[in-house]
């Protein structure tokens, strides 16, 4: 099993770093399709300025979510990935998916200096019943081993 693929079957307690208050993008696309594929998964977003967003309630910090969560999704930029790793690191989390240019050597390495498990790519390709760019695009991942 790829380490996508685990992090999603191991992680039912999600802080989510990235959604925007238009309530559209790539990161609102990952978020909908989370709840989609897993409806039993705690997913709590979190942002440092916004208290709802999509009409969901927002914390400000992973330390405030109760429990806490066990795993993070961040689909940010890279300067403001390492203040979501830090946040997730100081709440209690565990794991974290660097999602698309959330990722790259240095946040990667401040996540695994934070004691982090550190996975990463596209989490699209691995949500079941995704549309028609995602499919196209997890059939080539698949074809080429990466998923």
Known sequence: MKPQSQFLANAEHL???GLKREGKGYAHDV????HRAHPDYVITAVHP????LD???VVKSAASIEPAPD???VVLKPAQAARAIDDAAQGGVRRVWLAMNACNPSTRRLAQDRG???VSGCPLLFLPDQELPHRVHRWLAQ???RV
């Open 15 to 17: 802080a989510f770093y």
């Open 55 to 57: 009409g969901l309630p």
């Open 116 to 118: 982090l498990a550190v």
């Open 143 to 145: 074809l080429f081993g």
């Open 49 to 52: 300025e916004a208290v709802e």
């Open 31 to 34: 978020f909908q399709g989370l």
């Open 71 to 73: 795993s993070a999704i």
